[in-house]
């Protein structure tokens, strides 16, 4: 009896070959009806199974659908535990070893935002692979670490404030990193939007 089982954990099916009969010896007078005489017999035959869970479960449990999907554990999802959960994306999705569960990470984004995908190449570069998408507070970068275009971050808390620089008098709608605008030749003020004393008239090439 030869069974026939490359991968105990992924199979589907089962195929048991009975390819070669003990005759004693019969099979060299080649009597037909000796050899009819002889016959196959198996008396006991289990084949047992179990989830494919990619080491991400110990048990399977019954979905919606009344299907046997596995009990997910270290932040992965899906039927086999074959990807991260939504958020745990730092680092690429690994099956688990005797060595180490490889759990699925969750992204760092400064807490402002709850969405993330994978990015292989912030991966290579940094090591953390979750790159955060629809920053609040005007954030802005891979980790909502930064304010966007146009902001500066307030003193007093994480949030990102517009610049606010007027569009006539500032050299550039981008503030520093206290609110402060760039001004041109004879205007003043935070935003830019006034003359120094002793000018007058602010245009677009600044203060007379």
Known sequence: MLCLLQDWVTATDI??????????????????????????????????????????????VKNSGGRLVCN?????DGDDCNVCKPFYN??????????????????????????????????????HGGHCTNCADNTD????????????????SSR???CGCN?????????DNRGVCACKPGVTGEKCDRCQPGYHSLTEAGCR
Not at 21 to 30: A, K, M, R
Not at 106 to 123: F, M, Q, R, T, W
Request: aromatic letters at 10%; a negative charge; hydrophobic letters at 20%.
């Open 160 to 162: 990102c404030l517009p």
């Open 90 to 127: 730092d680092r690429p999705w690994r099956r688990a070893t005797a060595d180490s569960p490889n759990d699925c990470l969750p992204c760092d984004c400064n807490g402002k935002s709850s969405e993330c995908y994978y990015d292989a190449e912030l991966y290579r570069a940094s090591g």
């Open 167 to 175: 569009t006539v008098g500032s050299e550039s709608p981008q503030c």
């Open 15 to 60: 195929r048991v070959t009975l390819n070669r009969l003990n005759t004693f010896g019969d099979e060299v007078f080649n009597d037909p009806k000796v050899l009819k005489s002889y016959y196959y017999a198996i008396s006991d035959f289990a084949v047992g199974g179990r989830c494919k869970c990619n080491g991400h479960a110990s048990e399977c």
């Open 141 to 156: 970068g891979p980790n909502c670490e930064r304010c966007l275009d146009y902001y500066h971050r307030d003193a007093g």
């Open 72 to 76: 997910c554990k270290h932040n992965t």
